[in-house]
């Protein structure tokens, strides 16, 4: 029976257990640099890395160690393996993308709906300026995954050293980029046409654009 991504990544998650201290940092060093790469099909690199830890495994019941292996240069083992592996197709792309739209904006449209929700009160709506907004947000979390994705493969053999720089950054980035947000929602002036919605609507939508992010990871995880 074929196993799903979801069911391969928990295989790999449960036998990592069995790895001995060095093994474990050693592989866990090259699982995170090969996911971080962006566009590679999701199967076959849990597959590969699935493989890799099988062989690990045995090769431990014999004595040997990770590097004993896959040998003492792990990133130019890890970059050949990237090399081997298929790329995502346009559309596996743009679903994963869209995805993730429908997450932040499920959970914006959530956190902003939620006092008009309590309160009972109708809200106004200028379109350009939620056009706006929205363009500023949706260019915000793709900034951040790119950060994310970049300093994971950056500092994957330097993890425990890093952690500390990596997590700064990551919070500046990300506060850096809310208080722009934040201040051109404040200055900028309300245009375009307006509409008015209900207390329900914004909070209502919100969980509606989580839901259909939810089934299409389901979707994506159960290939």
């Not at 890890?78 to 790329?87: C, G, H, N, V, Y």
């Not at 932040?104 to 008009?116: D, R």
């Not at 993890?159 to 980035?173: C, E, M, T």
Request: hydrophobic share 50%.
């Amino acid at each position: 029976m074929t196993l799903t991504v979801k069911e391969l990544i928990k295989q790999n998650n449960e036998k990592r257990k069995l790895l001995l201290p060095e093994n474990e940092n050693y592989y866990e060093n090259l699982l995170v640099y090969i996911r971080s790469n962006l566009f590679r099909k999701e199967r076959a690199t849990e597959e590969i890395l699935l493989e890799m830890l099988d062989h690990l495994l045995e090769a431990q019941k014999e004595g040997k160690t990770a590097e004993q292996v896959f040998g003492k240069s792990p990133q130019q083992l890890a970059e050949e393996i990237i090399e081997s592996l298929p790329k995502e197709s346009m559309k596996e792309v743009l679903e994963f993308a869209f995805e993730n739209v429908l997450t932040l904006f499920g959970w914006f449209l959530v956190a902003w709906g939620f006092l008009p929700l309590i309160s009972k009160e109708e809200q106004t709506i200028h379109i350009g300026t939620a056009a706006i907004t929205a363009l500023c947000v949706a260019g915000s979390l793709f900034l951040i995954v790119y950060f994310v994705f970049v300093m994971l493969k950056k500092n994957a053999f330097n993890r425990a050293k890093n952690k500390g720089s990596v997590l700064w950054s990551l919070g500046i980035l990300i506060g850096s980029i809310w208080a722009i947000v934040l201040f051109i929602n404040i200055s900028l002036e309300p245009f375009g046409p307006i509409v008015q919605i209900n207390e329900y609507t914004g909070f209502g939508l919100g969980c509606f654009f989580l839901l259909a992010a939810y089934i299409l990871k389901k979707s994506r995880e159960a290939k």
